[in-house]
């Protein structure tokens, strides 16, 4: 199911179980991952292209979703251009354990590229001094204290997420 709310920058792709509250889709063969095994075994493969490009993949694996194969995507309205972005992000999230079976449904709708990034990096990314977040603060030209308060932000979030390694992981919202 697209879940398309205009006015986020994202656009996700759930299984219809999901929506409802009946489904966590951050899970590996029906068992949900804790916050550990979210972090040792969650990731997704990054894919690039036009708005009209993405938008036409995703929808394409919207059934896949439904049929519980692939577990999750998330990609781009636009470019973000404040990250020097000059295409459109798809993400297509699944557990490193299954990534071969997402990884060959790919290739069939013609992704070339085989990028995969844990969710481990991204996190690190987004944290303080973590790359995306420093360039995310540089491209809003914020103030020294402005930059200490996104960073303290972050660092209290990813904090929070991870607090209970044993806890279930509940995973992106939208």
């Known amino acids: 199911m697209v879940i398309d709310k205009p006015d986020s920058h994202f656009i996700f792709v759930f299984h ?11 899970n590996y063969e029906g068992k949900d991952l804790t916050n550990k095994e979210y972090l040792e ?34 990609y781009d309205r636009t470019p973000i251009k404040n ?15 299954q990534r071969d079976e997402v990884w060959a449904i790919l290739k069939e709708h013609g992704v070339m590229i085989k990028a995969w990034v844990y969710e481990r990096e991204t996190v690190e990314k987004w944290s303080p001094g973590g790359v995306l977040l420093e360039k995310w603060i540089a491209s809003h030209n914020l103030s020294e204290f402005q ?15 991870f607090k209970y390694p044993e806890l279930t992981f509940r995973g992106i919202e939208q």
């Open 41 to 74: 075994h969650w990731g997704k493969f990054v894919s690039f292209g036009s708005p009209k490009e993405i938008d036409a993949l995703a929808r394409a694996l919207d059934t896949y979703v439904e049929q519980k194969i692939i577990p999750c995507i998330k």
């Open 83 to 97: 990250l020097g972005l000059t295409e459109c992000v798809l993400c297509v999230y699944c557990d490193d354990r």
């Open 147 to 161: 930059a200490d308060q996104v960073r303290e932000g972050a660092r209290q979030k990813f904090a929070e997420m």
């Open 16 to 26: 219809s179980n999901h929506v409802s509250g009946r489904y966590n889709y951050i």
